[in-house]
């Protein structure tokens, strides 16, 4: 049999392919697809068959290019209401690979259209060796339930079909039987994933919490209490893999504009997004720009912070970075990046215009500073309760253009992420908004700790 996981970091997204006799599926692709193709090639084997474990939320999947490019055919859930060419695929159905055989499991809970892949090696072989989850299980978690209630399933809804495809569909199966999801840590698809990318069915009847004995009202409980809000962006993702995304060729490369154009487009109304890191950012942007750093996770920030549908200038600093933030931008769905500031940051100022900058404060000069300084932890809850710096009040980054106004703005404050990372882009956020006394802690929480600085367990919220 022919197997391969591939796993793009950036997304926590693993993707498949499977195949016997030259001839072979992908299962979950990523929106850009050369790699398939090659791999199928290096291989000697043809790609006949798309598939898709669901309408995903958190990516734009490559499936119509996919099979533009191979004549393949692309299966789907059949309750997904796919509006491009497809296979319906229902409980039971089968695609034969050869010697290799792939069953469909319908195993609703995450999506109502989700499906499970049992992978069978072996013409007689009467118990699958592998299974395709999607995002019904995960290593360590299963899918969360809250995606679908623009379709008219309330989480509760989903839960209870989630506990019910769990115990119906997936734990009679033989322990054996290897573990392989669509998402590893990271994802917002779930609560708590491992960083494990497979495990055997029998360790996640043991370890994992949503596989242990309890009804189907505590199991709808346990699912459905303390999500956080999901990703702005996830409903125009899945909608887009519904009706079936363009292909990347089709997008064109974004042009590069002087500074009077640029200036032009940011009057009408385009965002402007600095790529740059954070150090580099700090010492000199466009003013009005959004830093989320290339060299981090880019495309879920993109994601949580950056509005659809809005034209978007880029600040860049070579034309590789350029083609990559498109790129990693198209995968989640952004599709509007209009231009590219020509010549970066170097053309700016040579055109006379002024450039802001971001106060960087180090954690010992932070520590140096306490109680008397305010600090703003935009980490996640779940981060900032773990351990924080004495006093500090939560909000995280995704949150903040909602509740800025729980904030002075003419207050000096130094704002904390993990590292540097997130609090980059939560000052360059709140900088378009007037706050102008702002500190970036560079090192962060983590360097805060590593320094040997005292920090808070429990919820400190101070205004």
Known sequence: ??????????????????GDDGVCAIVDPQRDVEGYLAEAAARGLSIRHVIETHLHADFVSGHLELARRTGAKIHIGRAAGARFPHVPVADGDELV??????????????????????????????????????DTLFIGDVGRPDLV????????????????SLRQKIMPLPDTVEVFPAHGAGSACGKNISKELSCDLGRQKQLNHALQPMSRQQFVTLMTTGLTPPPAYFPHSAELNRLGAR??????????????????????GALLLDVRPAAVFAQGHVPGSVNIGLKGNFAQWIGSLMPVGVPIVLVTASEAET??????????????????????????????????????????????????????????????????VPGALNI??????????ELDASREMAVI?????????????????GFQHL?????????????????????VLRG
């Open 323 to 388: 083609r990559e933030a498109t790129l990693r931008m198209a995968r989640v769905g952004y599709e509007t990046v209009v231009g590219v500031l020509g010549g970066g940051i170097a053309a700016w100022k040579a055109a006379g215009r002024p450039l802001a900058q971001v106060r960087e404060l180090d954690v010992d000069g932070l520590q140096a500073r306490l109680p008397g300084l305010f600090v703003l932890d935009v980490r996640r809850p779940g981060e900032h309760e773990e351990a924080h």
């Open 247 to 268: 292909g990347l060729d089709e997008l064109g490369t974004p042009p590069a504009w002087d500074v009077a154009r640029v200036e032009a487009q940011v009057a009408a």
């Open 396 to 405: 995280p980054v995704d949150q903040l253009e909602a509740r800025r106004g």
């Open 439 to 459: 500190h970036n802690v560079v090192g962060g929480t983590v360097g805060f700790r590593e320094a040997g600085h005292p920090t808070e367990s429990a919820p």
């Open 417 to 433: 992420c993990a590292t540097g990372y997130r609090s980059s882009a939560a000052v360059s956020l709140l900088a378009r908004h």
């Open 1 to 18: 049999m022919h197997w391969k996981q591939f796993y793009l970091p950036c997304l926590a997204h693993a993707s498949y392919l499977v």
């Open 97 to 134: 690979l050869g010697a290799v055989r792939l069953r469909f499991l319908e195993t609703p809970g995450h999506t109502p259209e989700s499906l499970c892949i049992a992978v069978f090696e072996g013409k007689d072989a009467s118990v699958p060796s592998k299974l395709l989850t999607g």
């Open 149 to 164: 209630g623009s379709k008219g399933y309330t989480a509760a809804d989903m839960a209870g079909l989630m506990y019910d």
